[in-house]
């Protein structure tokens, strides 16, 4: 099968390549196989991208997108509500029905703002039916994922007290928990020729042993897993050092992705240096429920650089060329602040557009293990590519020496006309191919609506008064 997109600008994310104003990109067998203008060939599938600018397939490295529908019901939320909204009063409510619903069309919603490759972050795994049907949903959906399985055993050890057992073994058990995960492992990630990819979300070191999290690091790596999770995301009195703990475990290796890391001691930020740990920012959320600022900075001193992630699709939108833009504005102010204290006005530009289009792709490719795939328009890696139009009211006169600055500066998830994965259209025109979009959404509205019910039965979001978390009163 060969395809050949045809006059497009592409900012291509290639230090050799840069970025080219006309070219065209001959995929073969779902491989970019040519990036030069005039090519000839005969191909199954012509694109014409005049009027487009082409960018690797963006990757977003934190989403918790079994949350899909609870689509902004977090909007005005912080940290205590997502703890006695989210997980203590929705989560357990959840059925499997509800976790594929969220997986596949959240996925559908990732692609259809043109992020090819997803870090699921899918800390809700009440049953074994919710973690088959959330792998499900990530594989209907067509879209390229690592899987983050996770370890917290929802119904007796999450941010509140114990709320009861599950059937099926003891769900605080380890062996019970283990024994999913390779289940789940050998039933969907045999072959690494496969969009899927497999990985492990450990419990969180605020509410479980050192020790427990540390045998959960040994399953992931038996199980050939890579490992995400969150780490000192919350501002304490006494801080929890999650990566110092990490450091003392001897746990910290490049199969390792931390998320948010806004309250990083120096010292933390050091023991990362050498260790190939990547991180993953996510302004939205961490700059709304008070957990910090987007450490872009320290990441990129300290680590392989940052990628990005849009975390909580309770409260945020999935549009990743907006959260590019709100992070690298957010990380040009904090650059400049020190200077407006001593009243000087800044010289140089801090971060570049350049930098933003990193973090959405190529960085993220690396932090989800897959740099050698994807997150470049690089010959030879596999044809995630998307195009997003500039031909509308909203973009119309957009720099053509610039196609990276023009999509960060100028463009949104609305802009994305083309997508590919692995080859695969799998939206075209601004339309998602091959799904029944109707279908889907109706599916998500079921979900949505029993989930609704089920809350206003049982005293609404956050029931009153509101329940006790101790863990974060007592450290706040």
């Known amino acids: 099968m060969k395809t050949l997109i045809r006059g497009v600008a592409a900012a291509t994310v290639d230090d050799e390549l840069g970025d080219l104003p006309d070219t065209d990109i001959l995929i073969e067998d779902g491989v970019i196989s040519v990036i030069r203008p005039g090519i000839a060939a005969d191909a199954d599938l012509v694109i014409e991208g005049a009027g487009m600018i082409a960018i690797p397939g963006m990757v977003d490295t934190h989403r918790h997108t079994w949350q899909t529908a609870l689509r902004g019901i977090l909007a005005d939320g912080n940290i205590p509500d997502y703890l006695r909204g989210i997980r203590l009063q929705m989560a357990p409510r959840y059925r499997a029905d509800d976790m594929y619903a ?22 809700n795994i009440l049953d074994p039916e919710c973690a088959h049907a959330a792998v499900g949903g990530l594989r209907d959906a067509g879209i390229r994922a690592l899987y983050a399985h996770g370890l917290t055993p929802i119904l007796t050890n999450t941010w509140g007290e114990s709320r009861g057992g599950s059937t099926g073994g003891d769900p605080s058990d380890l062996e019970t928990r283990a024994r999913l995960a390779g289940e789940i492992r050998s039933g969907y990630f045999s072959s690494d020729d496969q969009l899927l ?9 605020a509410i479980a042993p050192v020790d427990d999290v540390a045998r959960e690091f040994q399953l992931a790596r038996e199980l050939g897993a890579r490992i995400t999770l969150h780490a000192n995301q919350v501002m304490v009195r006494r801080l929890f050092k999650d990566v110092e703990v990490l450091h003392r475990g001897g746990l910290l290796a490049d199969d390792l992705l931390l998320v948010h890391c806004t309250f990083n001691t120096p010292e933390e930020w050091a023991m990362l240096e050498g260790t190939g740990v990547t991180v993953s920012v996510c302004a939205e959320t961490e700059m709304q429920m008070g957990m910090g ?49 001593e009243w000087t006005a800044p010289q140089v530009m801090s971060w570049t557009t350049r930098d933003a289009l990193r973090w959405a792709t190529l960085n993220g490719a690396r932090a989800a293990g897959m740099d050698h795939l994807v997150g470049s328009l690089t010959p030879g890696k596999r044809a995630d590519i998307v195009l997003i139009d500039m031909r509308g ?64 039965r049982h005293g609404g979001f956050i029931p009153q008064p509101p329940v006790d978390i101790p863990l974060y009163r007592e450290r706040a």
């Open 393 to 456: 009211v909203s973009q119309a006169g957009w720099n053509r020496a610039d196609p990276t600055g023009a999509v960060i500066s100028q463009a949104n998830a609305g802009c994305v006309d083309t997508v590919l994965v692995d080859g695969q259209v799998v939206k075209r025109h601004g339309l998602l191919t091959n799904v029944d979009a109707v279908a889907a959404v109706g599916l998500l509205e079921r979900s949505h609506e029993r989930l609704y019910d089920e809350m206003r």
């Open 293 to 341: 600022y987007p450490a872009i900075g320290e990441t990129t001193r300290h680590t392989p650089g940052p990628s990005l992630g849009i975390d909580c699709v309770s409260g945020n939108s999935g549009d990743m060329i907006s959260h590019s833009r709100l992070v690298l504005q957010a990380s040009r102010y904090r650059a400049d602040e020190p200077g407006y204290r």
């Open 102 to 123: 969220g997986n596949y069309v959240g996925a559908l919603d990732a692609l259809n703002s043109g992020v090819t490759t997803l870090v699921d972050y899918c800390h």
């Open 197 to 205: 990819r497999f990985g492990i979300a450990p419990q969180e070191l």
